[in-house]
């Protein structure tokens, strides 16, 4: 600003009454490069200041803050899973138990046999988190002496005097959306 309002005073000067100019454009631009360069002193100057200010507070910031110790933060390695990748799970855990419950009444539901099924131990489980949780449980199942047509409590129902057991897998799915379980696929062996 100050090397326009310098160079309209020296034009000023120089030049005639309005709409007669004197001076010749070579004139003109001179005076534009001698208030440019007595601009530049000044801010030149007054960089200077400011920059010595500025080195100034950050030296002073610096030895004010050396006393201080400087405390690390140990941080331990850990073991990264996959995104989609499958994960084991505690088979006693209560997740686990629980899918495998409501794996077990699927089972029954879609059972022909005239009595009900329990869980009675699970021996593997797997899940992966994609859009939805998918569970691979392996559990053993055994048959009680309820008959389907009553609706009991499975864990109240006695189990049967031959004890047949059965291995079976089942994956199940679960959509954190809706809070429901889709029963995909169970196998079961004796």
């Known amino acids: ?17 309005r709409g007669l100019v004197k001076n010749s454009w070579a ?7 001698q208030s440019r360069s007595l601009c530049r002193r000044r801010t030149a100057g007054t960089m200077g200041l400011h920059a010595f200010t500025l080195l100034l507070l950050t030296s002073s910031l610096c030895i004010s803050n050396g006393d201080q110790p400087v405390e690390e933060e ?23 138990q629980g899918v495998a ?7 029954n539901r879609s059972s ?28 053993v199942i055994g048959k ?3 008959p389907r047509s009553e609706d009991p409590d499975l864990e109240s129902c006695v189990l049967g005097k031959k004890m047949r057991q059965r291995k079976c897998k089942f994956e199940v799915t679960f959509n954190p959306r809706n809070d429901k379980y889709d029963f995909f696929h169970s196998s079961c062996k004796k």
């Not at 419950?101 to 089972?107: C, L, M, N, S, T």
Request: net charge positive; with cysteine.
């Open 1 to 17: 600003m100050y090397w326009r309002s310098t160079y309209r005073s020296h034009f000023r000067e120089r030049s005639a009454p």
């Open 27 to 33: 004139e003109i631009q001179a005076a534009s490069i």
């Open 74 to 96: 140990l941080t331990t390695p850990r073991r990264v899973q996959p995104l989609g990748g499958s994960f084991t799970l505690h088979p006693q855990s209560a997740e686990v």
């Open 101 to 107: 419950k409501k794996a077990v009444e699927d089972f």
């Open 112 to 139: 022909k046999s005239k009595k009900y099924f329990r869980l009675l131990n699970v021996t593997s489980a797997e899940y992966q988190v994609t859009n939805v949780i998918n569970y691979k449980i392996d559990a």
């Open 144 to 146: 009680t002496k309820c």
